[in-house]
């Protein structure tokens, strides 16, 4: 299995902070690599596919960067709805996630 | 609007068997692969199982192999998943989850609210 590991896994901050998460892979993954937001009691959705395509009706400050084996996420400028756990995960073999990200409130 | 709507999750005891089913609505079932993923308490997801849209190809991780299988109704717009010989660690809950092509299984587009398996 390829492992994904995220870092950090615990984030502070603040409204209007702008908040990097980091995604490593095990192995190359060709990009298919996707994120996802996650809120206590809800299922996960997808924020970022293809490494830096956003998913429709995904607010535009969030994006996607990175190829190889290291990618970002991005949320440009930290909204309310946005403090939740992230996730990564990569496709291109049987799909694995990272350990998640919590980004609470500073 | 794309509806994924699971059931079956019960107590079980380790050993016991269960399935769990997800009825799907809003979307042409059959263009679609599907998936089942869980997630322990306090834990990330963990992709379980996944199958085409035609039901002829089925994908299950290493961890399950051998005591669950996937397996899709069509004409019933419904995704199945075979418990059996199940263990503590297998308590979670269960989502069924839509693939973005009928042969691909990820990114997951959409979720479903999950089901709870509990063995113990």
């Known amino acids: 299995d390829i492992q994904m590991t995220q870092s950090p896994s615990t984030l502070s901050a603040s409204v209007g902070d702008r908040v990097t998460i980091t995604c490593r892979a095990s192995q190359r993954i060709n990009n298919l690599l996707a994120w996802y937001q996650q809120k206590p009691g809800k299922a996960p959705k997808v924020l970022i596919y293809k490494a830096s395509t956003l998913q429709s009706d995904v607010p535009s400050r969030f994006s996607g960067s990175g190829s190889g084996t290291e990618f970002t996420l991005t949320i440009t400028t930290l909204q309310p709805d946005d403090f939740a756990t992230y996730y990564c995960q990569q496709y291109d073999t049987y799909p694995t996630f990272g350990q998640g990200t919590k980004v609470d409130s500073k | 609007e794309v509806q994924l709507v699971e059931s079956g999750g019960n107590l079980v005891q380790p050993g016991g068997s269960l399935r769990l089913s997800c009825v799907a609505s809003?979307?042409?079932?059959?263009?679609?692969?599907m998936n089942w993923v869980r997630q322990a308490p306090g834990k990330g997801p963990e992709w379980v199982s996944a199958?085409?849209?035609?039901?002829?190809?089925?994908y299950t991780a290493e961890s399950v192999r051998g005591r669950f299988r996937v397996s899709r109704d069509n004409s019933q717009n419904t995704l199945s998943l075979q418990m059996t010989n199940l263990r503590a660690d297998d308590t979670a809950i269960y989502y069924c989850a839509k693939g973005p092509k009928v042969s691909a299984m990820a990114p997951f587009d959409s979720w479903g609210l999950g089901t709870l398996v509990i063995v113990s």
């Open positions: 199958v085409g849209g035609d039901g002829s190809h089925t």
């Open positions: 809003g979307f042409t079932f059959s263009n679609f692969a």
